[in-house]
């Protein structure tokens, strides 16, 4: 029976990390056996990418050249960790995905959907997730997380807060228009209750499916 995919977006200070872990230790206590991991980032050569574009040495050459290494550190990420990991069965819990990159490089760098979408299409292909939870905060509040929790901010971080308001609008019609993939969390609430709700979610939304196979 092949895993299960479940990707975690949303802005900066959200708590996906938080979240994934939370998730992870519930899904274990009942028999699912799971991975966790992240975006960009995940296998070795990915992570090698992921110091480049989080240390913003990749801004200066634009979105488009950003784009093109995300997807590079995605290829590798699924043929090295995603898909043998799905593959055995083992559920993947995943910190950003595709719709970081629809997020941040398409709306906010202004890269064609098209050209985001054909991207996916060649190096995501059928492995999309089978859910995909938005954590949701004003971009206020999660900035304040985030630069408690780090006196240095990395490349996106340091954006301004116009950006990280945009960020989370598209996050938001990124769901509108994929309601069937995507659930909204709201991620005002404490640890413990926005686990609770994501648990939930994850039930309702994958666990029928799961019998089923």
């Not at 900066?12 to 966790?36: D, F, H, P, Y």
């Not at 064609?112 to 089978?130: Q, W, Y």
């Not at 228009?177 to 991620?187: F, G, H, L, S, T």
């Not at 939304?205 to 799961?210: C, D, H, I, T, V």
Request: with cysteine; hydrophobic share 45%; proline share 5%.
């Amino acid at each position: 029976m092949r895993g299960r995919f479940i990707t975690f977006e949303g802005g900066e200070g959200v708590g996906k990390s938080t979240q994934i872990r939370r998730l992870a230790a519930s899904l274990n206590n009942l028999g699912v056996q799971t991975l966790m991991t992240r975006e960009p980032g995940g296998s070795p050569h990915a992570e090698k990418l992921r110091e480049v574009l989080l240390s913003g040495g990749a801004k200066p050459f634009g979105p488009f050249a950003e784009t093109i290494l995300f997807n590079a550190a995605r290829d590798d990420h699924l043929e090295a960790t995603i898909r043998p990991a799905l593959a055995q069965g083992i559920w993947v819990l995943c910190d950003r995905f595709i719709d970081s990159t629809r997020a941040y490089q398409g709306v906010l760098g202004e890269i064609e959907p098209d050209l985001i979408r054909s991207m996916e299409r060649v190096v995501v292909g059928n492995t999309m997730p089978d859910l995909t939870l938005i954590l949701d905060l004003p971009a206020r509040d999660g900035l304040a997380r985030a630069r408690a929790r780090s006196a240095q901010a990395d490349r996106f971080e340091a954006e301004s807060l116009s950006f990280h308001e945009k960020l989370r609008e598209a996050f938001l019609a990124i769901a509108e228009y994929e309601p069937k993939r995507c659930a909204v969390i709201n991620a005002l609430g404490t640890p413990d209750a926005v686990a609770a709700v994501i648990l939930s979610v994850v039930r309702r939304r994958l666990a029928k499916e799961r019998a089923s196979t």
